[in-house]
DNA sequence: CGCTAACTGGACCGATCGGTATAATCAAAT
DNA sequence: ATTTGATTATACCGATCGGTCCAGTTAGCG
């Protein structure tokens, strides 16, 4: 019988893109140093530098990571057979239930974009996400117009979700785009 | 003729805040150190923390003084007879002719909520503002539900406006916030 | 005048920052 | 069995962080 599971829990790049996910959402990127991540990664800063050349570049590999788990997200809570309507409270319904839990806290792109502003890499994984969430409801609504307005929706629900300290303003924001998607 | 010009332009907490209003916005709260503060003011680090106990408490008064302006930028630009659709038209105005003249880049109080999380102060200083904006809305609307979705409206096309690098987007929620209060 | 309070110019603190260097260790492939 | 490359532990770098302290200067005010 062959020991197919790896030494610890996947390769060092895989362990410090895990660290990268939980420490740079939570505790913020500028706020995180890298003997911090190396050290949640069970890796050693050299490790860190011998996967990636700079902190930045670490940085811009969490975003692409967490573009590609949004992609996946989406995908995966998009019932193919619903309609619209249905799909897009789907949407708002995931975010109000991720507030609650604590799972959410803030749109890990809109953070990096004020973190890391000078990060030219990042910025553009910034704009990536933005442009695949509202070509996502695009596809959705069969309307750019709408979509662009519904994603303007989320985005500012959430601000005002953090504002608040609840996640009524998501409800209240999917109520909205439901109203908007029916005229 | 006596000279009734100040020493140099304002008190040190003055010269101190338009400091902190500049660099904090422009370069960032956690990335501006309190030495710049006091370079930038033409004071030194001692009188810095003369006028305040800690560099969070600047942030504080850098944030009630930012919400004060966005008070009086709110009254100053509401004409008193105005409609409705009027009246909120120029607010995306204003906000589309500031991004483009290079005067806005990102709600100051969005940032402080994803820069400084961890202080009270200023988090509370964040809920004002977004209170003091839903009221602005709710008292030109005369409907809170209308005015929760258009002040969602504004934040997200900020957001927007951010990833993408155009000001469109506010033109576009300018005219989704139009049609919502014609409905 | 003399008092007071603010401000200056620095030195200084311990801690942390991102990043580099070195030498030893370890596992896998040849 | 030997080579290779990744990883380890650790020490180190210069710079900066927020914050303190002190001796000396300046200005307003009774």
Redesign the interface.
């Known amino acids: 019988m062959p020991d197919t599971t790896p030494p610890a829990r996947g390769t060092a790049r895989t362990r410090l893109l895990a660290a990268a996910a939980e420490l740079f959402y939570d505790e913020?990127i500028?706020?995180t140093g890298v003997e911090a991540l190396a050290a949640k990664a069970g890796v050693t800063k050299a490790t860190l530098y011998n996967n990636f050349r700079s902190k930045d570049e670490l940085v811009v590999a969490y975003l692409r990571a967490k573009l590609e788990a949004t992609r996946a997200s989406l995908a995966a809570h998009d019932p193919s057979g619903a309609t619209p309507a249905k799909r897009v409270a789907i949407i708002f319904d995931t975010l109000a239930t991720d507030i609650e839990a604590g799972r959410f806290d803030?749109?890990p792109?809109?953070?990096a974009?004020?973190?890391v502003?000078g990060n030219r890499a990042a910025m553009a994984v910034?704009?990536e996400?933005?442009d695949a969430v509202v070509a996502h409801l695009t596809d959705i609504t069969a309307d750019a117009?709408v979509a662009?307005?519904i994603?303007?929706?989320?985005?500012?629900?959430i601000?005002?979700a953090?504002?608040?300290?609840t996640a009524d303003?998501v409800v209240?924001?999917g109520h909205?785009a439901a109203r908007?998607l029916a005229?």
Do not use: S
């Open positions: 913020g500028n706020t803030g749109c792109f809109a953070k974009a004020v973190e502003p910034v704009r996400h933005h117009d662009e307005t994603a303007m929706i989320y985005d500012g629900a601000i005002a953090k504002a608040t300290g303003p209240h924001a909205a908007l005229a």
